[in-house]
Every structure is written in structure tokens, then in C-alpha cells.
């Protein structure tokens, strides 16, 4: 069994920055992602990376904003936030894909965390 385990959400004004670390066993040679969900919502694709960490995928929403990185020594990924907007605001959740490729539907992952809370003001 795979876990996953988010980190880094909180409360932050708007304009500001979040670093979202998400640490995981059986990591390398996998794709992983993040995806972000508010109350009555589907889960949305934020950012994606390949396994070997030389493909990047971002949701136009987020584009010169957020960067994915991984670091496959630490088994972690992360997800930088900067110029955070309201429209940010949600649980955030990391997810290991089937394979090594970028994913950017959920289907594509088979394991997820449990989620971290990011809340932006105006």
C-alpha cells in the first residue's frame, strides 16, 4: 500500500506563497500530480510531473504561478504557489500516477493522499 502525505497548506493573503510537500514510499519511476477540490465540486488538475521529473503539465489557472518539482532522493513532491488568488482556495491533493508519463485526469492516478487545506483571503 502506497501513503502519501500532504504538508505546507494553511492560511495565506492574497499575493502571497505556499509550498505543498507531498512524501511518499514507492515513489520513483512514477508520475505524480496535484489536484485541488472545493465543497460540491469535482477534483480539479493542477500540476502534473513525469517520472523522471523532466515533464511538466499545468492547468491554464495556474500557469506562471504554481511549479511542480520532485525530488526523487526525498521520495517528495512538491508544489510551489506563488500570486496565490481566492480562486485558489480549496483542499489540495497529491496523487501517484499508474506510470512513469504526466497524467492530468484522476483516473490516471491509483493512490492519493488525504488532502491539505489552502485558504487564501482577499
Known amino acids: 500500500q502506497v501513503h502519501l502525505v500532504e504538508s505546507g497548506g494553511g492560511l495565506v493573503q492574497a499575493g502571497g506563497s505556499l509550498k505543498l510537500s507531498c512524501a511518499a514510499r514507492s515513489f520513483s519511476n512514477y508520475g505524480m500530480g496535484w489536484f485541488r477540490q472545493v465543497p460540491g465540486k469535482e477534483r480539479e488538475f493542477v500540476a502534473a510531473?513525469?517520472?523522471?521529473?523532466?515533464?511538466?503539465n499545468y492547468a491554464d489557472s495556474v500557469k506562471g504561478r504554481f511549479t511542480i518539482s520532485r525530488d526523487n532522493a526525498q521520495n517528495t513532491v512538491y508544489l510551489q504557489m506563488n500570486n496565490l488568488k481566492p480562486a485558489d482556495t480549496a483542499v489540495y491533493y497529491c496523487a501517484r500516477a499508474k506510470n512513469s508519463m504526466v497524467a492530468t485526469i484522476a483516473p490516471r492516478y491509483d493512490y492519493w493522499g488525504q488532502g491539505t487545506q489552502v485558504t487564501v483571503s482577499s
Open positions: 510531473i513525469s517520472g523522471g521529473g523532466g515533464i511538466t
